[in-house]
Nanobody
Framework: QVQLVESGGGLVQAGASLRLSCEAS????????MGWFRQAPGKEREFVAA????????NYADSVKGRFTISKDNAKSTVYLQMSSLKPEDTAVYYC?????????????????WGQGPQVTVSS
């Protein structure tokens, strides 16, 4: 089982930037595909971004494309989500997820392990 510890959430104003980090342990990080999901109050958990095990391929939800960037540092066993031009509708709990597969999965069921989910709040 992979353990995921996230950091970097907080309260920011619209238009600001924020970077989330997710450090993994308990498995060979370079073999893991990683993803970020989010869940706003009263809504379903939704896909945000994913990266394949090599870190060469990425996929984004249309709502964040061009504003968010996912990256993977195998040396630090850490995946990042750089968020720019934040909007109030980006407000949610953000979850890091790890998959033993190799693809950049968009469905939550493809992931085996989940982080605790830091809160990101964007004020208008």
């Amino acid at each position: 089982q992979v353990q995921l510890v996230e950091s970097g959430g907080g309260l920011v104003q619209a238009g600001a930037s924020l970077r989330l980090s997710c450090e993994a342990s308990g498995s060979t990080f370079s073999n893991l595909a990683m993803g970020w999901f989010r869940q706003a109050p009263g809504k379903e958990r939704e896909f945000v971004a994913a990266i394949n095990w090599r870190g060469a391929w990425t996929n984004y939800a249309d709502s964040v494309k061009g504003r968010f960037t996912i990256s993977k540092d195998n040396a630090k066993s850490t995946v990042y989500l750089q968020m720019s031009s934040l909007k109030p509708e980006d407000t949610a709990v953000y979850y890091c997820a790890a998959s033993s597969g190799t693809y950049y999965y968009t469905q939550a069921k493809a992931y085996d392990s989940w982080g605790q989910g830091p809160q990101v709040t964007v004020s208008s």
